[in-house]
């Protein structure tokens, strides 16, 4: 069975510092894989997806930054983190012939 | 612009009572709607709703789709305090992009 894996659960940064965030698929090859950013009270916000290694797509502008080393590797990251950088970023993948997504267990950033 | 909206986006009900939670949409190239449970961490997967006027069921939660009026319903019969979560509605709109509505957050009271 699939299991995908995301650290750190938790995380407290000062603005300006780098962010890495590490996210993980097992017991599947070739995933369509997704960041998610989900802020206090909303719904879930695409940031970025990708189809491939090296392959990556961004749907929004913003301070943040995606890459995929790996078949079953996908990093979040950013250089200098703003305050509004805070919030629930959750990690998701999926296949092309089905349309369903499954996530990870997430990791809640703070920003100060 | 992609859009999808819940409602409501909070409800308290006391354990027992039967809940109904809405989801409209308006998306170019709909291809699916899919209803998940969040409660502390990561959104669970419920259904996936692909056709209209066929109900998804499982236990006491079930689901509809109307692809003509472009909403959906997820009923929650005979509630229990575990049943206390954010529900995420979400449109699949191709590329297996999923475009999220703001979530209703289902409180029951024993």
């Known amino acids: 069975s699939q299991t995908i894996h995301q650290w750190p659960a938790t995380l407290v940064q000062p603005v300006g510092s780098p962010l890495s965030l590490e996210c993980t698929v097992e017991g599947t090859s070739n995933p369509n894989l997704y960041w998610y950013r989900q802020a206090a009270g909303r719904g879930l916000q695409l940031l970025f997806y990708?189809?491939?290694?090296?392959?990556i797509s961004s749907e929004v502008p913003q301070n943040l930054s995606a890459s995929r080393p790996q078949d079953r590797q996908f990093i979040l990251s950013s250089k200098k983190l703003l305050l509004s950088d805070s919030g629930f970023y959750l990690c998701?993948?999926?296949?092309?012939?089905?349309?369903?997504?499954?996530f990870g267990p997430g990791t809640r950033l703070t920003v100060l | 612009e992609d859009k999808v909206v819940q409602s409501p986006l909070s409800l308290v009900v006391h354990e027992g009572d039967t809940v109904t939670l809405n989801c409209s949409y308006e998306?170019?190239?709909?291809?699916?709607l899919l209803w998940y449970k969040q409660e502390k961490k990561a959104p669970t997967f419920l259904f996936m709703l692909t056709s209209s006027g066929i109900e998804k069921k499982s236990g006491r939660l079930s689901s509809i789709l109307d692809k003509k009026e472009l909403f959906s319903i997820l009923n929650i019969t005979a509630t229990q305090t575990g049943d206390s979560a954010v529900y995420l509605c979400?449109?699949?709109?191709?590329?297996?992009?999923?475009?999220f509505g703001q979530g209703t957050r289902l409180t029951i009271n024993p």
């Open positions: 998306v170019t190239n709909f291809r699916s």
């Open positions: 998701a993948w999926g296949r092309a012939t089905y349309n369903e997504q499954f």
């Open positions: 990708s189809v491939g290694i090296g392959q």
């Open positions: 979400a449109v699949n709109r191709g590329a297996q992009k999923l475009v």
